[in-house]
């Protein structure tokens, strides 16, 4: 039996997924971001695939650059565990390291050079191609990065505006 889809119909459904507004959370538009607003943009405006473990293989570190579940500060009954370690295994963010161990730190304030690494990543660009993506959403190495300089920033990353 054939299913006829109706174009509103679907055109209703991506416009509920792909809402400009999803994510922006109207509390936080002037504050400074920090690492755990990062990762929760990214996750969904850029619709990263929950990471889910599949074989045994995820302790080489050698293919990974993070090991699943092993942040100190991330446990996995946490809210936000599922995107943290998304957006950590597709390595639009990278664990902080101290002394062996991975941190997460999702309330630190997110830098100039990690938002020039997840940009790298996400657009398969040069870093310095990065900077002026970052500079065109008015985010430099010398000012405070808001909420919403990135949050704008990754949609215009999404939507292919401003490239």
């Known amino acids: 039996m054939a299913y006829e889809v109706n174009d509103k119909a679907l055109e209703d459904f991506y416009k509920e997924i792909l809402d ?3 994510t922006m959370d109207p509390y936080k538009k002037n504050e400074r971001i920090t690492r755990g607003d990062l ?18 293989d995820y302790y080489e570190h050698e293919k ?3 090991t699943y579940g092993a942040y100190k500060d991330i446990a996995w009954q946490d809210e936000d565990f599922n995107q943290i370690e998304s957006v950590t295994m597709v390595f639009y963010m990278a664990p902080i390291r101290i ?6 730190h999702r309330d630190r304030l997110v830098t100039f050079e990690e938002l020039i690494d997840s940009v790298t990543v ?5 870093r310095e191609n990065a900077s002026h993506m970052l500079s065109d959403y008015g985010i430099r190495i010398d000012t405070d990065i808001s909420y919403t300089q990135v949050y704008e ?3 215009g ?3 292919g505006n401003r490239e």
């Open 157 to 159: 990353l999404r939507t």
């Open 20 to 22: 400009e507004d999803k």
């Open 99 to 104: 002394d062996g161990q991975e941190w997460f």
């Open 122 to 126: 996400i657009k398969d660009t040069t």
């Open 39 to 56: 990762a929760l943009i990214l996750y969904d405006l850029l619709l990263v695939p929950t990471y889910t473990l599949v074989d045994s």
């Open 153 to 155: 920033l990754v949609q």
């Open 64 to 66: 990974f650059h993070h």
